[in-house]
């Protein structure tokens, strides 16, 4: 909740809570600025998703090659489907429009159709409200003038600096969490001489085949062990089923996701978020898809009860006394319910 209140806005993921937890430890230690590396995964393709767009249009090429898609799985080990080398499943998962490789979008368009599925736990009114809403359409119109001319790196660079750097990772994980606790941070590789000289080097200075910040490691030798600097990328998050949903849940979010609650604030189908919250108690094939949509409904339900339906303060981490307060017409006017 206390990830909630600082974000101030809906989150997908749940990694702005180890930000803060780990902002808290850094000023419980007397430490009140830190130097941080936002910016490098962005300036020197150092995320998966460089890498996941070279290997899905180096798969384009063979579109039923059944060796290709296996690359995934040096990016994903820890994924089910890469476990069982299902190819089926790496097709259904990873081959959403895998041949539109001359779509300005194309290195994103996987991630941002995998987020929408959201839209599928929608209530009515919202959906409606949304109807013929065309995000990609509108984000094209701010496109630089020549940028079908760049490279395919540069471009996925472009869109995750523009739209996930500067709209999340700085913002709901980075700054907000930090500040949270009083923690300032410092950014080295965000300095503009440090971005400008990066966007000038080749492409191959930073992915070299699927070698990320391939000019950052070299520069690194002999200044860190090697063991830091050659392990493989690990996700920043925190787990969602055991946090949300085992016997030391708490208490809040059973009232939060309650039919009660979802009904009343009306942001998404109280169907729809029930199958979904049985889903992932019954442990049954939840997906990465499955764990974005709970934290999306549970923190925008999380937002609007602290915001909107009933504005409170967080009291502590270990326990909120929330309140649904819905409210019903009668002759005599409004009668307000509270749901403890």
């Known amino acids: 909740m206390n990830t909630v209140w600082h974000t101030e806005s809906p989150i997908l993921r749940t ?25 490098a995964d962005e300036i020197l393709a150092g995320y998966n998703i460089f890498k996941e767009s070279k290997i899905r ?33 790496l097709k259904m998962f990873f081959g959403y429009k895998l041949s539109e490789t001359g779509n300005p979008f194309y290195s994103h368009l996987l991630r941002w159709h995998n987020t929408s599925r959201i839209k ?13 809403y065309d995000p990609l359409a509108s984000l094209s119109s701010d496109l630089p003038g020549n940028f079908m001319n760049w490279s395919d790196l540069a471009k996925s660079q472009y869109l995750e600096s523009t739209i996930f750097m500067s709209g999340y990772l700085l913002s709901s994980q980075g700054d907000r969490m930090a500040m949270g606790n009083s923690i300032e941070g410092r950014y080295p590789f965000l300095d503009f001489r440090v971005i400008e000289f990066c966007t000038n080097l080749p492409d191959n200075f930073k992915l070299n085949c699927l070698n990320e910040k391939f000019l950052l490691k070299k520069m690194s030798i002999g200044k860190i062990p090697e063991s830091i600097s050659k392990r493989p990328k690990q996700a920043y998050r925190a787990p969602i ?30 169907g729809k978020v029930d199958l979904l919250i049985n889903k992932i108690k019954a442990q049954k094939n939840i997906s990465e898809i499955d764990q974005m949509a709970i934290a999306g409904i549970l923190s925008t339900q999380i937002l609007y009860k602290m915001f909107i339906n009933d504005p409170v303060t967080p009291e502590s981490d270990s326990h909120v006394n929330f309140k649904i307060v819905t409210e019903s017409e009668s002759n005599t006017g409004k009668v307000k319910t509270v749901v403890q």
Do not use: C, Q
Request: aromatic share 12%; no cysteine; net charge positive.
């Open 15 to 39: 990694s702005p809570t180890p930000m803060f937890l780990l902002s808290k430890k850094v000023r419980e230690s007397n430490i009140k600025v830190v130097i941080t590396g936002e910016g």
């Open 57 to 89: 249009r180096f798969w384009a090429k063979e579109p039923n090659s059944t060796i290709r898609p296996k690359l995934l799985g040096k990016l994903y080990p820890y994924l089910p489907m890469m476990k069982d080398s299902n190819n089926i499943a």
């Open 120 to 132: 599928n736990y929608f209530s009515g009114d919202i959906a409606s409200t949304l109807d013929g």
């Open 241 to 270: 089923a055991k946090s949300f949903f085992d016997s030391e849940a708490p208490g809040y979010i059973s009232e939060i996701l309650s039919e009660t609650a979802i009904k009343s604030f009306g942001l998404f189908h109280p």
